[in-house]
Structures are given as C-alpha cells and as structure tokens.
C-alpha cells in the first residue's frame, strides 16, 4: 500500500505565504509525476503545478510567477512554495503522484490540505 501524507496548509491573509509538502511511503518501486491539484466549494478539481522525476514542470496560469513546485526524489517528498497568495487560492489543496509498483504504475492521492486565504 502507497500513502501520501500531506501537510503545511491553513489560514493566511492575502499576500502572505505557505509550504506544502507530500511525502509518498509505502511498496514503492519509484515515484514518477507528483504534483498538486486544488478543489474550491462547488467546483472541480484543477491542476496547480505538477513535475516530473526528471524535473519538467508545468504550471497553471493562475498560479505561474508565485507557486513553485520541487521535489527530493531521495525522500519522495514534493513541495508548493506558494507566495503572494490571493482570496482566490481558497481550496482543498491534493497531492498526487503516479507510483511504480512492481511492473505496473498507479495514481495516488492524498487526503487534502485546506489552504485558506484571508482578504
């Protein structure tokens, strides 16, 4: 069984910032993409930064300029730097990552991390 344990969300005034960590255990053989996704109230689930084990990134637009994604490939562990936060950024913070096990690779999630962005 693979885990991810989030951590480093709560409550921040507008223009403040946050650190959120992932860190993936388990039966891991290697841990591939990690990235993080974000679900505001009555809305879907969007991608926010994501990167691969080689170190490709890709932002969304919105967050581009103030969120940086990073990751120890050595502790499995994936970062969000999140600066000049703004109201909007308000949601449920996800961790995902697509985990190797054996011959196969699997998507995993983490249980969210609420970020909460004061005006």
């Known amino acids: 069984q693979v885990q991810l344990v989030e951590s480093g969300g709560g409550l921040v005034q507008a223009g403040g910032s946050l650190r959120l960590s992932c860190a993936a255990s388990?039966?891991?053989?290697?841990?591939?993409?990690m990235g993080w996704y974000r679900q505001a109230p009555g809305k879907q689930r969007d991608l926010v930064a994501r990167?691969?084990?080689?170190?490709?990134?890709d932002y969304a637009d919105s967050v581009k300029g103030r969120f940086t994604i990073s990751r120890d490939n050595a502790k499995n562990t994936v970062y969000l730097q999140m600066n000049s936060l703004k109201p909007e950024d308000t949601a449920v913070y996800y961790c995902?990552?697509?985990?190797?096990?054996?011959?196969?690779?699997?998507?995993?999630w983490g249980q969210g991390t609420q970020v909460t962005v004061s005006s």
């Open positions: 995902n990552a697509r985990v190797t096990v054996g011959t196969y690779d699997y998507i995993y």
């Open positions: 388990g039966r891991i053989g290697s841990v591939n993409d």
């Open positions: 990167i691969t084990r080689g170190g490709s990134i």
